[in-house]
T-cell receptor, first 112, second 112 residues
Framework: NAGVTQTPKFQVLKTGQSMTLQCAQD?????MYWYRQDPGMGLRLIYY???????DKGEVPNGYNVSRLNKREFSLRLESAAPSQTSVYFC???????????FGEGSWLTVV | GQSLEQPSEVTAVEGAIVQINCTYQ??????LSWYQQHDGGAPTFLSY????GLEETGRFSSFLSRSDSYGYLLLQELQMKDSASYFC?????????????FGSGTKLNVKP
C-alpha cells in the first residue's frame, strides 16, 4: 500500500531558484493538504484542496502556489525560494466525511 | 481564527499514565484529532473526538469538552516506544470542514 507518496525526499536550492514538490495518493481521497514543519514546531497548513479543481489558502500561503492536477495529485511550487522556506514539507490526504488524514513521509528542503 | 495550546514537553516513567492537554479557540470547530510523530517520521493518526466524552483505543484515550474548548490525550501503561511528539489538531467546520489546524506539539519523554 503506497498511501501518500511525495517527491523529492531531499532537496537543496539556492535563493531565487524554483522547484515543485510532487504528491500523489492512491486512497481515492477528495481532500489533500500541504503542511510545513519547522524544527521543534507544529505543522502549519500552507494550502488545502477539498476536491479536484479547487484550492484554498491555509495559514502560511505566501511564497507558494499549488495545483490540484487530478484527484490523485497535488503539487506545491516555490517560484523563488527564500531561506525562510527551509523546512520539512508534508503532503497529506483525507476522505470526505472521514476524520483521519494520512501523511506522506516528508520532503526536506534547504534553501541556501 | 484558530489557536491551539498544548504543553511543550512532558516527562514520565515507563508504566505510568500521562495526560496531554489541549485548549483551542476557533470559530467553526468541528472536531479534535490527535497525532503521534516520532523523530524524523511522519505524523500518524491516533484518535478523533467530534462529540463530548471519552474515546478509547487500546492504551490511548482521548477526551473532548466542547463547552470548555478543551481536550486531552491519555496514554496508559507507558512504553519506551511512546517517546514521541503528540499534536492536537482542530478540524474546522463550515464550508471547509476538512481543514485541519495543528498545535505546536508536546514532546513526551518516557524514562525507564
Amino acid at each position: 500500500n503506497a498511501g501518500v507518496t511525495q517527491t523529492p525526499k531531499f532537496q537543496v536550492l539556492k535563493t531565487g531558484q524554483s522547484m515543485t514538490l510532487q504528491c500523489a495518493q492512491d486512497m481515492n481521497h477528495n481532500s489533500m493538504y500541504w503542511y510545513r514543519q519547522d524544527p521543534g514546531m507544529g505543522l502549519r497548513l500552507i494550502y488545502y484542496s477539498a476536491s479536484e479543481g479547487t484550492t484554498d489558502k491555509g495559514e502560511v500561503p505566501n511564497g507558494y502556489n499549488v495545483s490540484r492536477l487530478n484527484k490523485r495529485e497535488f503539487s506545491l511550487r516555490l517560484e523563488s525560494a527564500a531561506p525562510s522556506q527551509t523546512s520539512v514539507y508534508f503532503c497529506a490526504s483525507g476522505g470526505g466525511i472521514g476524520n483521519t488524514i494520512y501523511f506522506g513521509e516528508g520532503s526536506w528542503l534547504t534553501v541556501v | 481564527g484558530q489557536s491551539l495550546e498544548q504543553p511543550s514537553e512532558v516527562t514520565a516513567v515507563e508504566g505510568a499514565i500521562v495526560q496531554i492537554n489541549c485548549t483551542y479557540q476557533t470559530s467553526g470547530f468541528y472536531g479534535l484529532s490527535w497525532y503521534q510523530q516520532h523523530d524524523g517520521g511522519a505524523p500518524t493518526f491516533l484518535s478523533y473526538n467530534a462529540l463530548d466524552g471519552l474515546e478509547e483505543t487500546g492504551r490511548f484515550s482521548s477526551f473532548l469538552s466542547r463547552s470548555d474548548s478543551y481536550g486531552y490525550l491519555l496514554l496508559q501503561e507507558l512504553q519506551m516506544k511512546d517517546s514521541a511528539s503528540y499534536f492536537c489538531a482542530v478540524r474546522w467546520g463550515g464550508n471547509n470542514f476538512n481543514k485541519f489546524y495543528f498545535g505546536s506539539g508536546t514532546k513526551l519523554n518516557v524514562k525507564p
